[in-house]
């Protein structure tokens, strides 16, 4: 099985500014693998935390890894050994997702399907990032009439304080009124410390959140029960949980986890989450990093297995090179084509 690469730079329509940061766009590496004449291709979204944050980094760490005769052994076994010698996770997704679209495509079946799943699915939410009130109050409306979403996952834990995340909150309240059919979420992405994540997570409760995620910084868990404790909103942790082996740490504090293909190293490890968390009654959300319709339409076709969907990332890209999963009454659909069933737009034109 031959390996190949391709890279694109993905500019975003808005900034996305979160409690860590903001980006503006990414460079995504494409991963083929070929055998049979059949091409298969997955995505990585370059992440710090995920040990590739360029795609050079995550093409050599390939490179480096794949021998063709991989070809000939199972998708689980060759996830193992990818994890043994230490592969980026979001570079392991992207072979992952690969070798999954190799599959699906070799048996003429979509992947949702092999995974004998059907399409329903949760509505996604989509993500409003760290602004001024006076920006986000122009920003909600044009996003919820383009995306007709019913779920909004407002990022706080910004740096300038719990004032200015009850002040943008405020700002969304006042656009989005008294919709019944709205429902709102809220990321702190660590941003909070454990006295301010107390007090935010009351005040959000009494403002009609549904739940909240990562309140604190990854590495400070310790707190994690104290929160938990006579919680007002839902708990879910995202940074502090990656695999699935990191699930039965936290059964006891939190209320679910939200995984990532990029930070779990692709389908396989997802599906392992999902098993491990249902075995510990804990619930289980989707989401995404910075990921173009190729990694998105991966995620849709395990969208059924999830109590909350986050595959959002390809609404907030003006250049996105794959087409795939559609956006269909705020569900991120999967299509029918074999594999993940996202193509290439310059392939799918020569074809
Ligand atoms: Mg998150």
């Known amino acids: 099985m031959k390996i190949q690469f391709r890279t694109h730079h993905l500019n975003k329509l808005y900034p996305l500014r979160i409690s860590r940061g903001t980006s503006t ?9 070929t055998m049979d004449g059949i091409t298969g291709w997955g995505e990585m979204s370059p992440g710090i935390s995920e040990k590739a944050s360029t795609p050079q980094i995550g093409e050599d760490a390939l490179k480096e890894f794949w021998q063709p005769a991989y070809g000939q052994l199972s998708i689980h076994e060759v996830w193992d050994k990818a994890r043994r010698a230490d592969v980026p996770s979001c570079a392991l997704a992207a072979l992952d997702i690969a070798l ?9 079946q979509p992947l949702y399907r092999i995974f004998g799943l059907s399409k329903k699915m949760a509505a996604t939410s989509v993500t409003i990032g760290i602004n001024p009130p006076d920006v986000v109050k122009e920003r909600v409306p044009e996003i919820l009439e383009r995306t007709q979403s019913k779920f909004l996952k407002i990022k706080l834990g910004s740096p300038e304080g719990t004032e200015a995340d009850q002040a943008m909150f405020e700002a969304i309240k006042e ?8 429902a709102l979420r809220v990321d ?5 410390s454990p ?3 107390i007090a935010m997570m009351k005040w959000l409760a009494d403002r009609g959140v549904e739940y909240v995620e990562q309140p604190l910084k990854e590495g ?12 007002p909103l839902p708990i879910y942790v995202d940074e502090s949980c990656r695999f699935s082996e990191n699930i039965p740490n936290w059964v006891d504090s939190v209320d679910g986890v939200n995984l990532k293909l990029m930070k779990c190293g692709g389908l396989t490890e997802a599906l392992r989450i999902v098993a491990t968390a249902r075995a510990h009654k804990v619930k289980v959300m989707i989401g995404c990093m910075s990921e173009s319709t190729l990694s998105i339409s991966a995620g849709a076709s395990i969208g059924a297995l999830f109590d909350a969907i986050d595959l959002d990332s390809q609404l907030n890209i003006t ?9 269909t009454d705020g569900v ?5 084509l074999p594999g993940h069933g996202a193509v290439f737009i310059d392939q799918e034109e020569e074809n």
């Not at 250049?319 to 956006?327: F, V, Y």
């Not at 991120?332 to 029918?336: K, Q, R, S, T, Y």
């Open 100 to 108: 999954w679209d190799w599959f699906g495509k070799k048996c003429n």
């Open 175 to 182: 656009v989005v009124g008294s919709r019944k059919d709205l």
């Open 332 to 336: 991120v659909l999967p299509n029918d």
């Open 220 to 231: 400070e868990e310790k707190h994690l029960p104290r929160l938990f404790e006579n919680r």
């Open 25 to 33: 766009g990414s460079d995504n590496l494409y991963v083929g693998l």
């Open 319 to 327: 250049n996105d090179p794959c087409s795939g999963a559609t956006l």
């Open 195 to 197: 006295d301010e994540a």
């Open 188 to 192: 702190a992405n660590g941003g909070w």
